[in-house]
């Protein structure tokens, strides 16, 4: 199925739902989830990463209150939250709407003033599957209380914002890559992002290829402890080299050359985190010049070289990950496949021919079903436009 066939526009029924639960007639804004081609676990070390807007969303219907409350209803989760704006204070309580509260949290702590409001959240981006379902719930909050409010705020320092609010609030230390695409992203592109200077450029899906999502439909939490442990790793890594690199500030800082010669005294596991970050931010900047003439033979080795040292070096896939990858890999018309997202589940990501998709949809679903005893969820997604107002 398509991200498009699945993602049913919910404007209409969403303001209704919100006229019936607060009255009145609300703003109705929207943020994407993303997919990312490749450059994984590299944003929060100050590297490149190459994602993409999706066609699944989160929409918010905002309206505004005059009695300094955040109110907010889930229907994926059939919930109501509410705060006083001026009580907001961070830490994780592990609901969905830490996120909502977060974002509120600290855009008053960086200086801008909130009016009240009633949300109403609908949500089409998979929980759990690596999509950022975070990111878009995020953005859209972002942008929906900044319409209700009056605020004018920069597209970028909505991403940071959003970034902010998972730290502090939801407990996940994030890099700024799901964040900034849900902002920034344009229909038919991909946004080759460098993480430290945020600094970006788009760069054109060449037409008769497609973007496909395979869901293992194996659920993670990346506020768990895995991921921060991984992003410690880096750190300890950092602060090793930085003996002998003085200056460096991230792995971004590090060739592979560097790491090689300077890696006595690192610890095998520590070792190998460092290795996949710095061989993936290479990989990256490789993928995005490969995209851009058109070499996507280039681009696909680039992707199963990143699912290998995702799986062998960072130790974030899994067993059906793995398969689904492998399956791909034996397909005609399959230019690459990989893992995608923050791992330990979720979803690959698969770019190939339109002509293979029909035959690839059929092999993948039959033999990932043989292998795992479960059917994949599979999207053909198109690359989407970023957070706006839905008229």
């Known amino acids: ?61 905002a309206g505004p209150r005059d009695d300094g409350k955040l109110c907010v209803y889930s229907d994926k989760f059939a919930e109501s939250q509410d705060w006083e704006l001026s009580g907001l204070a961070p830490g994780p309580t592990g609901s969905w709407s830490d996120y909502v509260r ?40 972002a942008i929906a209380l900044m ?6 705020v920069p597209r970028a320092e909505v991403a940071l914002i959003c970034q902010q609010a998972e730290h502090l609030y939801a407990g996940a230390r994030c890099g700024i890559m799901d964040q900034f695409i849900s902002a920034h992203g344009r229909a038919g592109h991909a946004v080759l992002l460098d993480c430290r200077s945020l600094g970006f450029e788009y760069v054109p899906i060449p037409s ?42 991230a792995l971004r800082d590090v060739t592979p050359q560097q790491l090689e010669a300077h890696k006595a005294g690192l610890p095998e596991v520590t070792y190998r985190r ?55 890999s034996q397909l005609q018309g399959v230019y690459g496949a990989r893992m995608t997202g923050a791992g330990f589940g979720g979803c690959t990501v698969n770019i190939l021919d339109e002509s293979a998709v029909p035959d690839f949809h059929v092999k993948i679903a039959s033999q990932y079903m043989r292998a795992v005893g479960s059917q994949p969820e599979i999207y053909v997604s198109e690359a989407a436009d970023g957070a706006s107002e839905c008229f």
Request: with cysteine; glycine share 10%; aromatic share 6%.
């Open 274 to 328: 460092c290795r996949h970050v710095v061989g993936e931010i290479a990989r990256t900047a490789q993928a995005a010049e490969a995209l851009k003439t058109g070499d996507l033979a280039r681009f696909g080795r680039l992707m199963y070289e990143s699912h290998y040292s995702l799986r062998d070096d960072y130790e974030v896939s899994c067993s059906e990950l793995d398969i689904l990858v492998d399956i791909a």
């Open 208 to 249: 008769g290829v497609r973007v496909v999502i395979c869901d293992t439909r194996v659920k993670h939490a990346v506020s768990g402890g895995e991921y921060n442990e991984r992003r410690a790793a880096c750190e300890a890594g950092v602060a090793h080299l930085s003996k002998s690199l003085p200056g460096i500030r």
């Open 1 to 61: 199925m398509s991200s498009t066939e699945t993602c049913k526009d919910p404007v209409s029924s969403l303001r209704e739902r919100f006229t019936s639960l607060y009255g009145g007639t609300p703003r109705v804004f929207r943020a994407p989830g993303r997919v990312n081609l490749i450059g994984e676990h590299t944003d929060y070390n100050d590297g490149f990463v190459m994602p993409a807007a999706i066609g699944f969303a989160t929409w918010i219907a």
């Open 102 to 141: 977060g974002v509120a949290g600290v855009m008053q702590a960086r200086g801008h003033k909130l009016r009240g409001a009633n949300l109403a959240v609908h949500s089409t981006v998979p929980v759990g599957s690596g999509l950022s379902s975070s990111a878009a719930i995020e953005v859209a909050t």
């Open 147 to 152: 319409g209700i409010s009056g605020l004018q």
